[in-house]
Structures are given as C-alpha cells and as structure tokens.
C-alpha cells in the first residue's frame, strides 16, 4: 500500500511540475507574440509610427516577461521573451520567440 502511495505522489508531482512549465512556456509564447505585433504595428504603422522595440519592451514588460532581444529585419520585428518559472521549486526561464510583419503578398491567395 505504502508503494502504490509513493507512485501516485511521484506521478502527482510530476504532473504538477510539467503542468507548471506548460504555463510558464505558454506566458513566454503569448508576451512574445503580442511584443512582435506591437513592434510590427509601431514599425509600419503610418498613422502613428514609433520606435518597435519600445513598443516590444513595454508590451513584454506588460505581461510579466523579459525582453532577451529586438531586431528589425526588414519590416518584421523579431522578438525572444522570457518568463521566470519555479518549477517543482527549481527556478527556471520560459523562453519564446515571435516574428511579426506585414503580409508577404506573393503568399495571399
């Protein structure tokens, strides 16, 4: 009985700890994301354009993540956001990189 315990708490912890990573990756994903849309949208915006990678740090920052790096290329913005994690107690970094930019037009239907 003992060892049928044991397993079902290692199992439980481990679900817990992958659980917490997925979370931790996703947070990375999404503030990367949306940091290269705001980068893109400052960069070809002719409305109001801005520079991209203050658009990108303050919309990383917005969302919990560190801005890793910012580059333009072209008129995309490339991003890599992390987040930090405490996975199982062990301190860890998500980390996740977007690019955003307007439509390449040889794609479009």
Do not use: F, K, Y
Request: net charge neutral.
């Amino acid at each position: 009985m003992v060892g049928v315990i044991g397993v079902l708490l290692a199992i439980t912890l481990g679900l817990s700890g992958l659980m917490g990573a997925e979370g931790a990756a996703g947070r990375a994903r999404t503030a990367a994301d949306m940091a290269a849309l705001a980068g893109a949208t400052a960069l070809n915006s002719i409305v109001a354009p801005g520079d991209p990678c203050a658009a990108v740090q303050r919309l990383a920052s917005a969302n919990g993540a560190t801005l890793d790096s910012c580059r333009v290329e072209g008129g995309d913005v490339v991003v890599g956001a992390s987040v930090d994690a405490n996975i199982l107690g062990v301190p860890r970094q998500a980390r996740a990189r977007a690019r955003a930019g307007p439509a390449d037009a040889s794609l479009a239907p």
